[in-house]
């Protein structure tokens, strides 16, 4: 009898909790073609509990379409209303967090992650009946690993690196900054070893940079690469001129067992 309650007791607990929300968006070229990528970020943590266990997948058409391939403007409202039916849907019936969603060349894929199976097909169904101008299919697949946010969805390091230089970028302008107006950059990176740290500075092209920070010993309280290195360097904090330099720099820091952290600098007005 205590297994018998204890069960679905528990099944109740993991079905009301509540999604945690940290959401953007990127595009990307597959096949020299745009993909647009919309991803729940905080569901990477969420993704190792393994409490839900499988993929809902619902793919569907869009009858007009834009010069690259997105939904053209009108049909946006019954797209997103569409979408908010969805994710109250599922989650309601099986327990259901949403992952995001791709569209490309007509087509629109919406991932969720639920607690079981049951009737998905039905709920899916009576969604979609209010928007029959959407021709759909829908699956459903044991994921454990949740192999599909992560290889369809979650960004790849480069569109992440973009991303994360988006919002530091649409911080300072939100704070008046003045982006054209060159200024110390610091960037702060990571690495396994003193030794790996030292040959990425001897790898990478120093050209105007100094390194204000290099501790000799390793951040104790750090997890993973633990040997900090910061570079300062006059540059302007725009998207263009950051992306192109976090990337070369996060790629070559990788290369030597390291990570980039980051970059900081301070706001110049107007």
Known sequence: MKIFFTIP?????????????????????VNGKPVSVVVNLALRDQALSKARPYAI???????????KGFPAPELAD???????????TLRDKNGAWYAGRFTQRGLREFYFYALDTLDYLGSCAAVLRRHPRFPFLVKAVTDRNWSHYFEVLYPRDEEKEKMENRKTVEQLEHKGDNLSSSR???HTLYFRSDWHRRAFLKEFDLNGFQVTEMPVEKIADREGPAFKLVMQRIDKPMLSVMNDLTIRMSKAARKHEGVYEGWSTYVVGK
Do not use: F, G, H, K
């Not at 007791?9 to 070229?29: F, G, K, T």
């Not at 997948?57 to 010069?67: A, F, G, N, S, W």
């Not at 019954?78 to 109250?88: R, Y």
């Open 9 to 29: 007791l528990l099944l109740i607990a993991l079905s009301s909790a509540a999604q945690p929300e940290d959401w953007d968006n990127y595009v990307m070229a």
């Open 184 to 186: 110390p950059i610091d």
């Open 78 to 88: 019954e797209l997103n209303q569409l979408e908010s039916e969805l994710d109250a």
């Open 57 to 67: 997948i619902l793919r569907l058409t869009y009858p007009e379409m834009d010069e």
